[in-house]
T-cell receptor, first 115, second 112 residues
Framework: NAGVTQTPKFRVLKTGQSMTLLCAQD?????MYWYRQDPGMGLRLIHY???????AKGEVPDGYNVSRLKKQNFLLGLESAAPSQTSVYFC??????????????FGPGTRLTVT | DAKTTQPTSMDCAEGRAANLPCNHS???????VYWYRQIHSQGPQYIIH???NNETNEMASLIITEDRKSSTLILPHATLRDTAVYYC?????????????FGPGTRLSVLP
């Protein structure tokens, strides 16, 4: 199993540009999450999904949109990037249906710089 | 979810046990204690979790006090590769979709 993978690993955007970050998991997990981590800080939840076709807002959702069209993929979109969105973005997944296990498995991260 | 308090940083000699404390005095009866770690720039890695009883796996042991107001993560034989930020999180285990709140954590430095 590859676990949780993220594409791309690095990206530089100009202010106002748009982009989509892709997260994929091959563990048949029900739940998926997008976090951001700023230097020296803990992780903050942006959006999450409890199943295919469903999404919900987390702690810091403004400026981001998400979609979960397939169970294994969770996309994070920035419609008009701003310098304040410079961060490292982590995707995570959890809960194999039918098990009591809720621990989250994280991807390697995407380092985004907005100039 | 209950708030946790951890020391900002700790040092540990290589080969010795690393004991990382966490205070969660406002924990509720249905909240679990989870431990994660983040090795430089990588995604956080799950270590262990527990509700009431002490737990052990191949990575670590988790000791939870009887009143559940604090816990200790034990890495029995710390190696240089265990240098990381360790996060203690309490949350309802079956609160589906609820995020894990990662605070600043404890920066553990394992020294040769």
């Amino acid at each position: 199993n590859a676990g949780v993978t993220q594409t791309p690993k690095f990206r530089v955007l100009k202010t106002g540009q748009s982009m989509t970050l892709l997260c994929a998991q091959d563990m048949n997990h029900e739940y998926m999450y997008w976090y951001r981590q700023d230097p020296g800080m803990g992780l903050r939840l942006i959006h999450y999904s409890v199943g295919e076709g469903t999404t919900a807002k987390g702690e810091v959702p403004d400026g981001y949109n998400v979609s979960r069209l397939k169970k294994q993929n969770f996309l994070l979109g920035l419609e008009s990037a701003a310098p304040s969105q410079t961060s490292v973005y982590f995707c995570a997944s959890s809960l194999l249906a039918g098990t009591p296990s809720y621990e989250q498995y994280f991807g390697p991260g995407t380092r985004l710089t907005v100039t | 979810d209950a708030k946790t308090t951890q020391p900002t940083s700790m040092d540990c000699a290589e080969g010795r046990a690393a004991n990382l404390p966490c205070n969660h005095s406002t924990i509720s009866g249905n909240e679990y204690v989870y431990w994660y770690r983040q090795i430089h720039s990588q995604g956080p890695q799950y270590i262990i979790h527990g509700l009431k009883n002490n737990e052990t796996n191949e990575m670590a042991s988790l000791i939870i006090t009887e009143d559940r107001k604090s816990s200790t993560l034990i890495l029995p034989h710390a190696t240089l590769r265990d240098t990381a930020v360790y996060y203690c999180i309490v949350r309802v285990g079956d609160n589906y979709g609820q995020n894990f709140v990662f605070g600043p954590g404890t920066r553990l430095s394992v020294l040769p």
